[in-house]
């Protein structure tokens, strides 16, 4: 049987395979938790969304933000692959890739890989995007205006434009031929814009091409070899839980599955090769844009934790919606990811708040409904917790964290039904407690 091509990868120990995914409204700090597990794995692989997705890194006081490229790039030693699940903008991955070249150095086709099956974001997708939430006027979902929801619709309609088709020029001709009459059509007499040309379109296209051309490669081929050789594998989600199409507050949500089911479909790897499930949470709740926030907090205290948390988005600059955190939400994503470790994220925002509040329920309900305008309605039922004052950036260990802050954690733990793992106590890369059982100590049971 002929050997898969593409970049070869340094054959390493048997390890579990892991995913990563939010267990909010995004913005939970998967960038940075990814960025650590890492370090233990030959591949990180993100499955799904686009680059309506932003991971923040502080390192060595640099802050990085990446849109595409899964954030395991900064290993040296890392593959990184964009799966068929993603959707991806050729020139914000050039600019990324030209950027980290000229910061971190080469960043070869040995250390990163596209799928040649990843839907490609059109200028057109960008325009539709924009003029339809303009359209919305008051009921604007809050997208990103990226040209994400299109692109995806196009991909389910089969009219769609792939990563491979950009290498040969008379097939992304073909393809533009098949599509732009539509485009065209809504955006000159629905919206006003002005039309794209098929010459237009390939010529802006074709400096991005040549760079990124080594770049697709078949990542279904290349992930099995890495399975085949027992090497470990990260699976990078983006977005959080409750911006599922499926399973989050619909219509509000982004347009692709964000919980960890989906890195199958979004990398072409089998249920059997998925072990952990790392679920990564705020100490506190966030969320960009409109939709239900059962425990929004509206008033100063909201307003001292977006400044504290520096709450902004990474992608568009947006200032995060605050609250406190709500256990029926994380228990719900929990159950649809098959959560097997926590990752509670900027505990240090919470110091010098008093008292603390955690949503244990809502008043009249079990549990957390599924339709967004029952969840609009919802009167959270809060328990109070003792607040600490100390500055807890420095603390290295479990037992260095004020009672109080490890009181607060464990009662987390207790409602949700998981391990607390990982610890964020700062912005810093290694900002992080190990709590317990550390991740790479033994193999989790396969989680579906």
């Known amino acids: 049987m002929p050997q898969p091509t593409g970049p070869s990868v340094a054959p390493r120990p048997s390890f579990p395979n892991s995913v990563v995914v939010g267990l909010q409204w995004g913005d939970e700090g998967k960038g940075k938790i990814v960025d650590l597990l890492a370090r233990r794995s030959a591949v990180v692989a993100r499955f ?28 040296q030693d890392v593959l990184c692959v964009v799966g068929n699940g993603v959707v991806v903008d050729p020139e914000i991955v050039r600019v990324e890739l030209e950027r980290l070249i000229a ?8 250390r990163l890989a596209l799928s040649d099956g990843a839907q490609v974001i059109m200028p057109y997708h960008r325009v ?50 098949a599509v732009l009459p539509e485009k065209n059509r809504i955006l000159t007499e629905w919206y006003g814009q002005p039309a794209f040309t098929i010459d237009g379109l390939v010529a802006q296209l074709q400096p991005t091409v040549a760079l990124l051309g080594p770049y697709i490669q078949d990542t279904v081929r290349l992930l099995h070899r890495a399975l ?27 347009s692709s599955n964000t919980v960890a089911g989906a890195a199958c479909a979004g990398t072409g790897v089998g249920p059997k090769d998925l072990h952990i499930v790392v679920g990564v949470a705020k100490a506190y709740t966030t969320r960009v844009g409109s939709g239900p926030f059962p425990t929004e907090l509206e008033d100063d205290t909201g307003e001292r934790l977006r400044r504290i948390g520096r709450e902004f988005g990474a992608t568009t600059g947006r200032p995060r919606r605050c609250g406190w955190l709500d256990i029926p939400m994380l228990r719900q994503a929990i159950r649809l990811s ?14 010098g708040f008093h008292p603390l509040r955690i949503c244990v329920g809502y008043a009249g309900q079990d549990g957390l409904p599924s339709r967004p305008d029952a969840q ?4 959270p039922v809060y328990e109070e917790h003792p607040g600490w004052n100390d500055d807890i950036a420095d603390c290295q260990t479990w037992d260095q964290l004020p009672a109080a802050a490890r009181a607060y954690v464990e009662r987390i733990e207790a409602l949700a039904g998981v391990p607390v793992a990982l610890l964020g106590t700062g912005p810093g890369r290694d900002s992080v407690i190990h709590r317990g059982a550390p991740l790479d100590a033994h193999r989790v049971r396969s989680v579906i």
């Open 48 to 75: 799904q969304g686009g680059n309506n997705a932003g991971h923040t890194l502080v390192v060595e006081g640099e802050k990085v933000v990446l849109h595409c490229i899964p954030s395991g790039i900064l290993h």
């Open 103 to 110: 910061s971190r150095g080469p960043v070869g086709p040995d």
């Open 128 to 177: 539709l995007d924009a003029c339809r939430e303009d359209a919305l006027g008051g009921e604007m979902i809050g997208t990103t205006r990226k040209g994400i929801g299109p692109c995806y619709e196009d991909k389910v309609a089969r009219r769609g434009i792939r990563l491979g088709d950009l290498l040969d020029e008379a097939t992304l001709r073909r393809r533009l031929a």
């Open 228 to 254: 085949d050789q027992q090497q470990p594998i990260l699976f990078e989600g983006a977005q959080g839980s409750f911006l599922d199409i499926d399973h989050g507050s619909y219509p509000f949500v982004t």
């Open 338 to 351: 098959g959560v097997t470790h926590l990752a509670l994220t900027k505990l240090d925002v919470l110091g």
């Open 376 to 379: 609009s309605s919802l009167v």
